[in-house]
């Protein structure tokens, strides 16, 4: 049976970042909710795992419902952005007697072809120094490079999340996520957009999407460079979602208008639940 209080799950970001990306949205959900962040393999306070293998969906996917067993919600509402999205979506399919909704924020499903600037450089490709710094120096996504991400992960990070946050006056978000990178993020942030594996292909995914029964609410940035804002179109249709674009925003709105998403993640979570609105002492867990 639910709790009274419904649970939220801010679920755990890639492993590039930790769950203080969530910063801005916890003290405000927890006065409403109860509250749950937990961080990813590598980061943050969880164990640091070098092997590529931990971090497979499979496991990525265990640990999610792990914690929610340890902290006792047999339900709860998930909410994830980019990787974490798609991986709400997969467990709300899987496991529909335990998700009451989700909030997929930029979700990293791939039911569009990558944005062009993800797949135009050879992943794989090893460059002499001199020739990695001439194609960076061209185009910072060259630094979409195994090599580039093994030879300098901190030069990534700042150039990834300069995309990411393309708002003006983003300097301490970027400054906070650049701060988060994981040390092991080089390890797991696979391909152009890190998917769970099993839903690799448009056709899987669509297969998770429509499979999926509870509400669920897209916000999609229509500035999104690490996801094609067309995907969250898609996920809406797909499962008969609420859709929202977010006009100039990029792939983390919930640090550059929180105050928007977090209106948004309340008024849903009460409607999903149908819970009345009240304030409580926030009770975060973590």
């Known amino acids: 049976m639910p709790t009274a209080v419904p649970t939220v799950f801010l679920l755990m970001p ?9 910063k801005a949205q916890v003290p405000f959900l927890a006065r409403h ?12 306070g969880s164990d640091r795992v070098t092997d590529p293998a931990a971090y497979q969906f499979e496991n990525v996917l265990a640990d999610a419902w792990a ?13 994830g952005v980019c990787s974490g999205a798609g991986l709400a979506l997969i467990m709300a399919a899987e496991r529909p007697e335990r998700v009451q909704g989700v909030v997929a924020i930029n979700p990293g499903l791939r039911l569009t072809p990558p944005h ?14 001199d020739g990695l710094a001439a194609a ?5 996504w060259a630094r979409v490079s195994r090599q580039s991400w093994t030879q300098d992960w901190p030069g990534f990070a700042q150039f990834f999340f300069e995309q ?22 080089e390890v797991d942030l696979a391909d152009e957009d890190a998917p769970p ?15 999926v029964r509870c509400p669920v609410l897209v916000i999609t940035g229509s500035d999104d460079r690490c996801q094609v804002p067309e995907r969250g179109r898609i996920v809406a249709e797909l499962t008969g979602g609420e859709f929202v674009e977010l006009e100039g925003s990029g792939h983390l709105p919930m640090a550059r208008d929180p105050v928007r998403i977090n209106l948004l993640l309340r008024d849903f979570v009460r409607r999903v639940t ?6 409580r002492e926030p009770t975060a867990a973590r």
């Open 14 to 22: 890639d492993v590039i970042t930790h769950a203080a990306a969530w």
């Open 33 to 44: 909710f109860r509250v749950i962040t937990a961080d990813p393999r590598g980061n943050g």
């Open 67 to 79: 914690v929610l067993d340890e902290v006792g919600s047999e339900t709860a509402v998930l909410c």
């Open 116 to 129: 062009p600037w993800w797949v135009r450089h050879d992943f794989e490709a090893v460059l002499d120094p």
């Open 136 to 140: 960076v120096a061209e185009d910072g």
């Open 164 to 185: 990411l946050f393309p708002e003006p006056h983003s300097t301490k978000q970027i400054e906070d996520c650049v701060g988060w990178a994981g040390p092991t993020g």
């Open 197 to 211: 594996t099993r839903y690799g292909t448009e056709a899987a995914a669509r297969e998770v999407c429509e499979a």
């Open 274 to 279: 149908h819970v009345t609105p009240q304030t």
